[in-house]
T-cell receptor, first 110, second 111 residues
């Protein structure tokens, strides 16, 4: 089983839709969690951290479920500019070497 | 605030040649990383460094050499480039427990 797994998609949604991605991780000792966004042929950029209590940043909401070992990203009112690949990142306890998922592709169409 | 930069941004070389990719960060982050990204594989860690003069192998280190004599620089050398090393290379840095920040990438083609 891979350490961090994501559905590669693509998720094809119309503008204005709500879309959610999940990411599962295998190491129960994982301590910190992040979502990155990567545009085509560009570097990954931090989208948001994922806290135990969940967090929200505008149209984006991230949740952590430690019992089931997954994190989620919810995007409301999708924009064309949200089209990108979303990478799930997990840091295990005691290690500062993050593990990246392969990413979920989102395509928002008019 | 330059952040983290990579050079060159694009490089074409021939099989067997030595190539060095440069990475420079201005934040004094202790950790630095090199990844390669290929279709179907996602980001794969080549080498990382926890501090100056401390480096360690990642998932795919074969054919690569790194050094870190100064905190701000982390060059990656392909000692004898092969076609399988054609890829996009990303450098990243972090200051634990904060997460990573990536450079813009170097697109390397080995003919």
């Amino acid at each position: 089983r891979k350490e961090v797994e994501q559905d590669p998609g693509p998720f094809n949604v119309p503008e204005g839709a709500t879309v959610a991605f999940n990411c599962t991780y295998s190491n129960s000792a994982s301590q910190s969690f992040f979502w990155y966004r990567q545009d085509c042929r560009k570097e990954p950029k931090l989208l948001m951290s994922v806290y135990s209590s969940g967090n929200e940043d505008g149209r984006f909401t991230a949740q952590l479920n430690r019992a089931s070992q997954y994190i989620s990203l919810l995007i409301r009112d999708s924009k064309l500019s949200d089209s990108a690949t979303y990478l799930c990142v997990v840091n295990s306890g005691g290690s500062y070497i993050p593990t990246f998922g392969r990413g979920t592709s989102l395509i928002v169409h008019p | 605030d330059a952040g983290i930069t990579q050079s060159p941004r694009y490089k074409i070389t021939e099989t067997g040649r030595q190539v060095t990719l440069m990475c420079h960060q201005t934040w004094s982050h202790s950790y630095m990383f090199w990844y390669r990204q290929d279709l179907g594989h996602g980001l794969r860690l080549i080498y990382y460094s926890a501090a100056a003069d401390i480096t360690d192998k990642g998932e795919v280190p074969d054919g690569y050499v790194v050094s870190r004599s100064k905190t701000e620089n982390f060059p990656l050398t392909l000692e004898s480039a092969t076609r399988s090393q054609t890829s996009v290379y990303f450098c990243a840095s972090s200051q634990p427990p904060d997460t990573q920040y990536f450079g813009p990438g170097t697109r390397l083609t080995v003919l």
